[in-house]
């Protein structure tokens, strides 16, 4: 037997703890936490920051 038939018959017999969609739902769940999380801290940059946000521009005083 070559080493190529050893290794594929020792992988024949791995089976997953839960179904193989399911890894793709929960790694969904995670992303999407971690985004929720993310947007839920936008903009605490310029809330926090000593100066405030530059302008564009259009402003008439300046």
Known sequence: MSAL?????GAAGV???MPAW???VIALAV???L???VY???DVY???SAE???SDGNEQGA
Do not use: M, Q, T
């Open 5 to 9: 038939n050893v290794l594929a018959e």
């Open 15 to 17: 089976s997953l703890p």
């Open 22 to 24: 399911a890894y793709g």
């Open 31 to 33: 992303f999407g936490v």
């Open 35 to 37: 985004g929720f999380v």
């Open 40 to 42: 839920s801290f936008r």
């Open 46 to 48: 310029h809330r926090n």
């Open 52 to 54: 405030p946000p530059a």
